[in-house]
């Protein structure tokens, strides 16, 4: 099982897609727990990324689970081929669909650990009746759609708010963070009760890819 405790998740929306191949190679040796891939349609985010080929390209030579957010409209059209494609984990936004318990049904029928995400817009309340329905729980600290944003702060007592009801609940949901995390503010995120955290260009835009992964671990 992997340790997902502190846990960092590369997301490859910024790695250099020409040479994708050696960017999954850096990140099999390096210190990261999953490999994060963001999905964009253009009409849920109004920006595109990538799909199932990409997935598919990857998953034989990643060897970290592949942890797919998707930021697209009806997820429910498209989760079991993201299941079929190689994905550990599949999340979709509460805020995109009308139910997600019979989309978080689909997902685990196939084996795969869900996640529920809701972009800073959205209150964390929301999620509250899904919590012990989930693996895990995505919160944005930026507006779903683009690498490379700053980090929203209020985003820090929202995963406080999600830690003490998980706490109280004893719940084994994880928390998860996505958006603008760096080596400043990772500290204070797995302080708050963060479990994973997901970090492109601190990650892919920094000198040294696998120390950038070391240090926000620590
Ligand atoms: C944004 C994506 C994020 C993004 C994070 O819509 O969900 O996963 O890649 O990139 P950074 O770490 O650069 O904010
Ligand atoms: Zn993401």
Redesign the pocket.
């Known amino acids: 099982m992997i340790d997902l405790h502190r846990a960092v998740a590369p997301?490859i929306?910024?790695a250099d897609f020409g040479h994708l191949a050696d960017e999954i190679e850096m990140l099999n040796r390096s210190e990261a727990s999953l490999i994060?891939c963001?999905v964009m349609d253009g009409v849920f985010?109004p920006n595109l990324s990538f799909g199932f080929p990409v997935l598919e390209a990857i998953r034989p030579i990643a060897k970290k689970p592949l942890d797919v957010?998707l930021?697209i409209t009806h997820p429910e059209r498209y989760v079991e081929r993201f299941c079929d494609a190689g994905a550990w984990s599949v999340g979709f936004h509460l805020e995109a669909v009308d139910d997600p318990l019979p989309i978080l049904e689909l997902i685990e029928a196939k084996g795969v650990r869900t996640c529920l995400t809701i972009n800073p817009d959205i209150s964390p309340e929301r999620l509250l009746p899904y919590l012990d329905k989930v693996n895990m729980v995505l919160l944005m600290s930026?507006f779903?759609?683009?690498?490379?944003?700053k980090f929203i702060p209020e985003t820090l007592d929202k995963v406080r708010y999600i830690r003490t009801e998980i706490t109280k609940r004893q719940l084994p949901t994880l928390i998860e963070v996505?958006?603008?995390?760096n080596i400043a503010n990772a500290h204070l995120l797995y302080d708050a009760g963060a479990d994973i955290l997901?970090?492109?260009?601190?990650v892919f835009h920094a000198a040294q890819a696998e120390q950038a992964i070391i240090d926000m671990k620590r």
């Open positions: 997301s929306l910024s994060h963001d985010v957010h930021m930026v779903a759609g683009f690498g490379g944003q996505d958006g603008g995390v997901v970090a492109g260009s601190s």
